[in-house]
């Protein structure tokens, strides 16, 4: 019985394969499907084991077989046991096409994981404060470094499957050109990204002005930057615009120069107007983490004796120099009211003079239609 059973799975055959090389092939298949699973996870039990140990190149080697596809193990399996199977041999020739396309797609997402976790691990160890994500060079890189790998990967998978790769990329340089022209403006952007990473005008937690828009950045992207603003919402500006703007860094403020003033009235005595630099300046001087330039009458204005004062705050803070500011003003009203000094007031005077004769012409036509009616 057991012979016959045997004899009838050698004798049938399904697409001219018998029944029994196929169950062979199948069997071959799954316990290399298995075996290749127990392999990755013992080795990533090993790995995981040496980086306990503070191992960095061990981590990086457990994150990387992480990316392992179970997908493309199950179809190495099934080639092997293709492989056991009675092919042809035109069939034998692209079995071995399709071992490289997934041996290449495996190595290319190995890979792929490689890149993305050292280019992480080198902005975050390059850039300031750990903004590398929002960075546009981490952006860029990683971009360029993914392009630059799956697109080896895609050549070398159509050069084992005969494609003429020369003409291949010529017709993808003639239609890259083509692209280009078409999406020029978000080329355009993109390069404007390319000179913000380069350039770093600002950064990533930066507190900017352009125009009438100010906030903080709170990402640099391929094509926009968005910007938190001081009223909560969020604004989107293109990299390519905010290139070409004039860009205020406060972030990178390290003093901040204050020029203010102030006028006294004209009938202010003139021992007081005299006074009054010395009296700015002594008040200037008594604050914290100040260092005083000068003050100056600066000119006789039309309602007013104008001064102009300068002085700089040496953290750049805005909130401080209100403060700041705010007790300088304090200091000088008392200084100013005990020596007599008066603040101008801005006032219009109206000098109201008659005309006789105006006054004497309108008399007599007044005369003149009174007679009429």
């Given at each position: 019985?057991?012979?016959?059973?045997?004899?009838?799975?050698?004798?049938?055959?399904l697409f001219g394969i018998s029944v029994l090389n196929l169950m062979l092939a199948l069997a071959v298949s799954i316990l290399t499907f298995l075996i290749a699973r127990w392999a990755i996870s013992f080795v990533k039990r090993r790995v995981q084991h040496w980086s306990s140990h503070d191992g960095h190149f061990a981590q990086v080697l457990a994150k990387v077989l992480d990316g392992t596809s179970n997908v493309l193990l199950l179809l190495a399996a099934l080639l092997v046991g293709l492989g056991v199977l009675d092919l042809p041999e035109r069939w034998l020739d692209r079995v071995g096409s399709l071992w490289f396309v997934v041996a290449a797609l495996q190595i290319g997402l190995w890979?792929?994981?490689a890149i993305a976790l050292g280019l992480a691990r080198y902005f975050a160890r390059h850039s300031a404060e750990g903004f590398y994500q929002g960075s546009a060079l981490a952006t860029l890189s990683a971009w360029g470094a993914r392009v630059l790998l799956w697109s080896m990967v895609l050549l070398a998978m159509l050069s084992n499957l005969g494609v003429n790769i020369t003409a291949f990329v010529a017709s993808l340089g003639v239609g890259g050109i083509a692209v280009a022209l078409a999406v020029q403006n978000?080329?355009?952007?993109?390069?404007?990204?390319?000179?913000?990473?380069?350039?770093?005008?600002?950064?990533?937690?930066?507190?900017?002005v352009i125009g009438p828009l100010a906030g903080t950045v709170e990402h640099i992207g391929l094509k926009t930057t968005r910007i938190r603003s001081l009223g909560g919402e969020q604004i989107v500006m293109a990299n390519a615009g905010m290139i070409s703007s004039t860009i205020q860094n406060y972030k990178r403020l390290q003093e901040r120069r204050i020029v203010f003033e102030f006028g006294l009235s004209y009938d202010t005595p003139t021992e007081a107007?005299?006074?009054?630099?010395?009296?700015?300046?002594?008040?200037?001087?008594?604050?914290?983490?100040?260092?005083f330039d000068r003050a100056h009458l600066r000119g006789f204005g039309k309602e007013s004796l104008e001064f102009?004062?300068?002085?700089?705050?040496?953290?750049?803070g805005y909130n401080l120099y209100m403060d700041i500011q705010q007790a300088i003003n304090f200091q000088l009203l008392e200084q100013f009211a005990s020596i007599?000094?008066?603040?101008?007031?801005?006032?219009r005077a109206i000098k109201v003079t008659s005309l006789p004769q105006a006054s004497n012409q309108m008399g007599r036509e007044a005369g003149v239609f009174k007679a009429k009616d």
């Open positions: 019985m057991n012979e016959r059973f045997l004899e009838s799975l050698t004798t049938t055959t890979a792929n994981r978000i080329l355009g952007d993109l390069f404007a990204s390319l000179s913000i990473a380069v350039d770093k005008p600002f950064e990533v937690g930066d507190f900017i107007v005299k006074k009054a630099p010395g009296i700015v300046a002594q008040v200037i001087k008594s604050q914290q983490q100040v260092r102009e004062c300068v002085y700089i705050v040496l953290d750049p007599g000094a008066k603040f101008a007031v801005p006032a």
